[in-house]
């Protein structure tokens, strides 16, 4: 059984205790982090290799960053997107296990709608989706996950009124999404729960995890031949309580394949 988690932890040195409890319980196989704000030269690679796990990583000063971590060691490693998108900003790491393709992806968030910042995010979209088409052309088993900063449809949202045409929720974002599902992917939390409610991102402010304001944002996306294999996903709350949590939930896959 392959156990895929991917994770905004929202600084890797804040939540680096949190991260190694959540290896500990889960004993995941590969993991994808975004939003590390550390370089490389500061990242906890002995912590980790001492929890049973390597890691690749593209890190940046105070922002940005990501990351994969595997219990063996990834192949067939590149960082950034190579001439899809020139991009100054750590978003993009990509690494081989076994025979899969990771892809861990921290999209960007665009401010608002219209803004130059969106515009970045359209245009790092279309690179992206891009990037993603060449490798399932490669025709290997392709599993992209991250914080795609996109809630895709209003049952990804605690109210669609409220968030109509804003950023994360806009329409030009929404069809950048399913544009790169189009492909060949799917959404594996969407193969296991349909209901509205369910979200994997809640505001730090004005109680917003309390009151379920949140909005689904986080997500695990397989080439559909690996997807038909993959029998569980979940977004783990639990992460986001307690002392210190990151503002985003891990998102967790399984899939029927040997590791």
């Not at 990242?43 to 922002?63: N, R, S, T």
């Not at 992209?144 to 804003?166: M, Q, S, T, Y």
């Not at 730090?204 to 029998?231: P, V």
Request: proline share 4%; charged share 30%.
């Amino acid at each position: 059984m392959l156990k895929v988690v991917t994770w905004n932890v929202n600084s890797i040195t804040v939540r680096l205790e949190r991260l190694l409890a959540l290896l500990n319980r889960e004993k995941p196989d590969v993991v994808l982090l975004q939003e590390l704000k550390s370089i490389e030269e500061k990242f906890p690679f002995e912590a980790l290799k001492q929890a049973g796990y390597e890691a690749i990583v593209l890190g940046q000063k105070g922002y940005n960053g990501v990351a994969i971590l595997s219990k063996k060691p990834l192949n067939n490693i590149s960082k950034g997107m190579e001439s899809f998108y020139q991009d100054p900003a750590a978003r993009v790491i990509k690494g081989q296990f076994g025979k899969i393709t990771f892809v861990c992806c921290y999209v960007p968030n665009g401010q608002e709608v219209g803004s130059e910042k969106f515009k970045y995010k359209l245009e790092w979209l279309k690179g992206f989706t891009q990037f993603i088409k060449e490798e399932l052309e490669k025709k290997s088993p392709l599993i992209i996950a991250g914080d795609f900063n996109i809630a895709p449809e209003d049952r990804d949202v605690h109210d669609p009124a409220l968030w109509r045409e804003k950023i994360l929720c806009s329409n030009l974002e929404r069809e950048s999404f399913f544009g790169l599902l189009k492909l060949g992917l799917e959404d594996t939390f969407r193969l296991h729960f349909q209901e509205k409610g369910l979200f994997s991102w809640w505001d730090y402010r004005a109680l917003g995890f309390q009151k379920n304001q949140g909005l689904r944002i986080d997500f695990i996306i397989a080439s559909k031949d690996l997807a038909k294999l993959c029998t569980h996903a979940q977004i783990d709350r639990d992460e986001r309580k307690g002392e210190k949590p990151s503002d985003h939930a891990p998102v967790i896959a399984e899939f029927n394949l040997p590791i």
